[in-house]
C-alpha cells in the first residue's frame, strides 16, 4: 500500500514539472520570439489612470514605443495623485494622462519641474456646464448667471430643497475648485448645490433622470461619451458664463471661450507626463511622444464604445490596434520621422514590427488557458436587468427615499441646530453617565480636537448618517435575525444573500443603487444599510439560538406562547448578543462614511475624499483622525450599553 502511494505522489509530481516545463518553454519561446523580431533592449513602463479612458490613448503611446523597437511593461492603473508621484520616484516611466492646466496641482505636488517633464499635445479638452436643450428654449436660460433666479434654480431641484441640483465632479480635482470659485463669483451659493462624487456615478444619475424627463443640470468634460449620448444644440446646449473667472490664474474669455461662447472654464490639452531622467536617457521617446495626436471626435467615440461595455483591458488594446490601422498613413509619418533620429543607448528601432507567434505553440497556450477561448457576458446580462429594472421601477425604489429622507432630516437638523458647545457638554455627560468618567472625558477631548479643526459640522452630518442607518439596520435586521433564528430553512436560503452582502465590494454595489436611487444623502443612507445591515443579523440569530432549550421548554411547560417565548423569554436573554451586533453595525456604518462620499454624501468621507484627490495628506489625515475619534466614541458607548445590560 505504502509502495503504491509513493509511486503515485511520484507520477503527480513528475506531471505537475513537467507541465510548469512546459509554461516555461511557452514563456521563454514566446519572449524569445518577440525580442528576435524587434531588437528591443530598453523596457518602457507606462502608466494610466483608474479614469479608463485614459488606457486607449496609453495603448496607442505603447503601440508605437513598440514598433519603434522598445520592450513595454503591462499597464498601471492608479489613481491620479499616485500616479504622478510614481513617475516622480522613477517607478513608472510615462503616462500619457496630464490635463493641463487641470492637473498642475499633481504636477507640482509630485516633483513639478525637478522630476517631470510634459510633453506632446494628444488632444484638446474642453468643460463647462450644460443644461437640456427642452428646458432652455422653454424659459430662455443662455448664462449660468440666470440661476440666480430662485425660480431658474427650482426647475433644476431633484431633492426638494428648492436649490438647483449641479453635478460636480470628483473631489479633490482641479474641476472640483474652479466649480466652488465660481459658486461665490456668480454668487449662487444660495440658489445652487454642487452634488460631489464620483464623475461617472453622478452622470449615470443625472442621466436617467433625463431620460425621465426631467431638466439636466451638469459640469461636463469632453472627450467622454456624454458627448455621444447627449448632442450640443440637440440635446443639451452649453451654458455662458457673466465674465471669466478663475482660481488658477489670470484668465481672459479668449482663454474660456468656443465658437464665441464663453464657458467660463480654461479650454484645456491632454500631454504627456514623463519622467525628466528617463526622457533624458531615451530622446527617442520624447521625440515620439512629441508627435503623437489623436482626434478629439476619436477621443469621443471610443469613450462611448467603453460605456457601451467594451471596457475590458484586451478590449481597449484592440481598439487602440483598430485604430493604428484606420490611420497607419499618420501613424507611420510618427515613426519614420522617428526612424530618423539616431538612438542614444545604440537601439535599433524598426518601423513595424511583425508580432506574429510561433503557430506551433499555439495549440499549447490554448490547452494551457482554454478561457480565453469563449467568455460568459455576464457582466452584459447583470448590466441588462440593472437596466430593466431602471427603466420599469425606479420611481417604486424612489419611495424607499421617504421615510430615509425624513428620519435623515430630523436626525441631522436636530444635531446641527444645537449650537457646538452646548452638543459637546451634551454628549460628553450622556457618555459619562452610559460608560463612565473615562470616556466622559475622552469624549470631550475627542470632539473639542473634532470642533478645532474645523470638522464640526461634518462629523455631525456624518452622526447623522449613521445614527439613521443604525436606526434602519434595527428595524429591518432584528426580525429579520429572529426569523432567521426561528427557522432553519430560511437561514439556508438567507445565509448566501448576507455572505454576499458582507463579501461583495461597496464599490460594486454604489453604481446601482445610484441608478435606482439616486445620489445624494439618502442613497448614501441605503448604501450604509446595505453595507451595516448583516452583522445585526447575524449576530441577533446567534443570541436567540444560544438561549438555552432547558429555559424555552420551561416556559412551554408553563403555558408560554411562542410569542409570549419570543419577546419574553429569548430576546431579553439574547439582549447583549443583540447590542453586540448593534455595536458592529455601527462600527461598519461609519467605516462606509468615506465610500459613500462618491455619490455626494457629505460629512468627515468627504474631507478625506477631497484629500486624497489633491493628494493633500494633511486634509485627508484630518479627516481620517476625526472618523477614528469618532468611531472609538461610538463604539465604546455602545459596548458600555451591552455591558450595562448583561449586567
Known sequence: MIKKRLKQSTLLVLATLFLIGLISFSSRAQTTTDSALSGKTVTVRSGTSDWIEDRFQTEIVNIGLERLGYKTAPLVAVAYPALYTA?????????????????????QNAGGEKKLEKVGLLFPLIQGYQIDKKTA????????????????????????DGKADLVGCDPGWSCELEIEHQMDAYKLRDTVEINQGNYTALIADALTRYKQGKPFFSYVYSPFWLGQVLKVDQDVIWLEVPFTTSNIGNLTAKDTSVNGKNLGMVLGKYRVIANRKFLAAHPSVKHFLERVKIPYEDMIQESYRIKKGEDKPQDIRR??????????????????????????????????????????????????????????????????????????????????????????????????????????????????????????????????????????????????????????????GIPLGVACARSDRFEQAFRPLLDAMQTLPTFVYLVPVVMLFGIGEVPGVIATIIYALPPLIRFTNLGIRQVSTEVVEAAYAFGSTPGQILWEVQIPLAIPTILAGVNQTVLFALG???????????????????GMGRLDVGMAAVGGLAIVLLAILLDRITQAIGKTNNS
Open 87 to 107: 513617475v516622480a520616484n522613477g517607478d513608472l516611466d510615462i503616462a500619457p494622462v496630464f490635463g493641463d492646466p487641470g492637473h498642475n496641482e499633481f504636477y
Open 137 to 160: 428654449d422653454k424659459y430662455g436660460i443662455t448664462n449660468l448667471q440666470q440661476f440666480q433666479d430662485p425660480k431658474i434654480a427650482q426647475l433644476f431641484d431633484s431633492d426638494g
Open 319 to 476: 481598439h487602440a490596434e483598430e485604430w493604428v490601422r484606420q490611420n497607419q498613413d499618420l501613424f507611420d509619418g510618427w515613426l519614420a520621422q522617428i526612424n530618423q533620429t539616431s538612438n542614444q543607448l545604440g537601439e535599433k528601432p524598426s518601423s513595424i514590427i511583425n508580432n506574429t507567434t510561433n503557430k506551433s505553440l499555439e495549440g499549447l497556450n490554448i490547452l494551457l488557458n482554454p478561457f480565453g477561448l469563449y467568455t460568459i457576458p455576464l457582466d452584459k446580462w447583470i448590466t441588462g436587468g440593472i437596466n430593466f429594472l431602471v427603466d420599469n421601477f425606479r420611481p417604486f425604489f424612489q419611495s424607499f427615499r421617504i421615510p430615509i429622507n425624513w428620519l435623515l432630516t430630523e436626525v441631522r437638523g436636530l444635531l446641527l441646530a444645537i449650537p457646538p458647545l452646548i452638543s459637546l457638554l451634551l454628549i460628553s455627560l450622556m457618555t459619562w453617565k452610559i460608560a463612565g468618567k473615562g470616556l466622559g472625558i475622552y469624549s470631550l477631548l475627542a470632539l473639542t480636537l473634532i470642533g478645532f479643526v474645523g470638522l464640526w459640522e461634518a462629523a455631525m452630518v456624518s452622526l447623522a448618517l449613521v445614527v439613521t442607518a443604525v436606526i434602519f439596520c434595527i428595524i429591518v
Open 592 to 610: 462606509m462614511s468615506v465610500i459613500a462620499s462618491m455619490i455626494a454624501v457629505p460629512g468627515l468621507g468627504l474631507t478625506v475624499l477631497q
